[in-house]
């Protein structure tokens, strides 16, 4: 069992930045992959970025590609997402994940999720 628990959102202006944390309970963090996933009102929850179990492979949806970045401590059990150059599109509530698959975008195969941190991008 895995609780996530997000934080880090807010409001912000366009072009500014958020850095996101994601907190993991359990002494098994460093056997999943972890992903971020966002839902706007009225749009399905979708894929944003994913790490590795060790960090050293990441995957980006194409919307924020060079301007987010994933990463994780396995040592504080955390996660987080770096995100630069905000856009009034990137306007959604955010949700960490944990999946026994790799770097997987499909939500399905994601076995715990967080509550969600609301982000608000301002123009």
């Known amino acids: 069992q895995v609780q996530l628990v997000e934080s880090g959102g807010g409001l912000v202006q366009a072009g500014g930045s958020l850095r996101l944390s994601c907190a993991a309970s359990g002494r098994t963090f460093s056997s999943y992959g972890m992903g971020w996933f966002r839902q706007a009102p009225g749009k399905e929850r979708e894929f944003v970025a994913g790490?590795?179990?060790?960090?050293?492979?990441?995957n980006y949806a194409d919307s924020v590609k060079g301007r987010f970045t994933i990463s994780r401590d396995n040592a504080k059990n955390t996660v987080y997402l770096q995100m630069n150059s905000l856009k009034p599109e990137d306007t959604a509530v955010y949700y960490c994940?944990?999946?026994?698959?790799?770097?997987?975008?499909?939500?399905?195969?994601?076995?715990?999720w967080g509550q969600g941190t609301q982000v608000t991008v301002s123009s």
């Open positions: 790490i590795s179990r060790g960090g050293g492979r990441t």
């Open positions: 994940a944990a999946s026994s698959r790799a770097l997987s975008v499909i939500k399905v195969e994601y076995d715990y």
